[in-house]
Nanobody, 123 residues
Framework: QVQLVESGGGLVQAGGSLRLSCAAS????????MGWFRQVPGKEREFVAA????????YFLDSVKGRFTISRDNTKNTVYLQMNSLKPEDTAVYYC????????????????WGQGTQVTVSS
C-alpha cells in the first residue's frame, strides 16, 4: 500500500513558478515509478510527467516540455514537479500517482493516487 499526499498548489500569475510535492508513505516508494496528472472540470485526467524508480528517466507531456521538471528524493519518499513559465492553460487540479513505466515510456498507475492540489494561473 502506498498513500500519497500532494502539496504546493496555489494561485500564481502567468509566467510564474510553483513547485508541487508528493509525499508517499510506506517502504516501497523506490519500487514505483511516479507520475503527475492534471484535470480540469469536464475533461479527462491528463498525463503531465513521469519519472522512473531511480530518477534516471523522465517523460513529459509535449506542452510542458522545457517548462516543467520532475524529480524524486527516495530518501524522503517524495516526488516533485517544478513548474516554470506557467500559463493560464496549466490551471487544473494536479494529482500524483505511483505506478510503472512501460518500455515505450507510457506511465500506468498502480491505483495509488493522491487527493490532488489546485493550481490556478491567472492571466
Amino acid at each position: 500500500q502506498v498513500q500519497l499526499v500532494e502539496s504546493g498548489g496555489g494561485l500564481v500569475q502567468a509566467g510564474g513558478s510553483l513547485r508541487l510535492s508528493c509525499a508517499a508513505s510506506g517502504r516501497t516508494f523506490n519500487r514505483y515509478a511516479m507520475g503527475w496528472f492534471r484535470q480540469v472540470p469536464g475533461k479527462e485526467r491528463e498525463f503531465v510527467a513521469a519519472i522512473n524508480y531511480s530518477g534516471g528517466s523522465t517523460y513529459f507531456l509535449d506542452s510542458v516540455k522545457g517548462r516543467f521538471t520532475i524529480s524524486r528524493d527516495n530518501t524522503k519518499n517524495t516526488v516533485y514537479l517544478q513548474m516554470n513559465s506557467l500559463k493560464p492553460e496549466d490551471t487544473a487540479v494536479y494529482y500524483c500517482a505511483a505506478g510503472a513505466i512501460s518500455y515505450s515510456g507510457t506511465f500506468t498507475s498502480a491505483g495509488y493516487w493522491g487527493q490532488g492540489t489546485q493550481v490556478t494561473v491567472s492571466s
